[in-house]
């Protein structure tokens, strides 16, 4: 009798797992035969560099350096859905910008949204910072809060972001490698499940 229960029991775990490959390979399928990102336009990284991309984070991290010696980093990554309004992507790219000037250790550092648009992309402020040191003091007075500013002044502060690089043809390549990047991870591992089950390996 417990041998007739081992056979059952490994016929039962053969078809759940024979379901289970139908439906992994379906949802591959779908996404290499539906992928939204696919006919957008992909922008351009202007004067920046990839200098971060790994395919196991979220993540990346762009840099430039002028020839004056200013140095620009933006690190971004995919935040939640986006659930008001119209959208071209899904999801809102979080951006933060860190502008240094040469010969100084303070910092100007930036918090920022990108999402889509029915051509491209834009960018708000959220909050913007004036560290004094690179040593990133939490106890420093950062400013005030960014929706308490003068207009004019939130509008000053966003042009000089786009004069320094952070412009649509780059927030359009940002929001879409994001998303291009998160869709081709839930792909690998999409396939990679789908190995693992087909090599009928247990948890």
């Known amino acids: 009798m417990p041998r007739v229960t081992t056979v059952l029991r490994k016929s039962r775990k053969a078809i759940q797992d024979l379901d289970l490959l139908k439906v992994l390979h379906s949802e591959i399928t779908h996404e290499h035969s539906s992928n939204p990102f696919q006919d957008k336009q992909s922008g351009s990284l202007g004067d920046f ?3 971060w991309d790994s395919p196991k984070s979220q993540d990346v991290v762009l840099r430039k350096k002028s020839e004056s010696g ?8 995919l935040g939640p859905e986006i659930y008001e309004g119209a959208s071209s992507f899904p999801r809102e790219a979080l951006m ?3 502008i240094k000037k040469p010969g100084l250790s303070s910092i100007l550092q930036f918090d920022c949204g990108v999402s889509g648009k029915d051509n491209g992309s834009e960018f708000d402020i959220h909050s913007a910072h004036y560290l004094p040191s690179t040593s990133l003091d939490s106890s420093n007075y950062k400013g005030p809060s960014y929706s308490e500013l003068d207009p004019n002044l939130q509008s000053e502060l966003k042009r000089y972001l786009v004069s320094k690089g952070i412009e649509e043809s780059f927030t359009n390549f940002l929001l879409l490698h994001l998303h291009r990047k998160e869709q081709g991870q839930y792909v ?3 396939r990679k ?3 693992m089950v087909a090599r009928g390996d247990d948890d």
């Open 49 to 51: 560099t990839l200098d």
């Open 70 to 77: 200013e140095e620009v980093a933006v690190s971004a990554m």
């Open 96 to 98: 933060k910008v860190c």
């Open 188 to 190: 690998n591992w999409l």
């Open 193 to 195: 499940l789908e190995e």
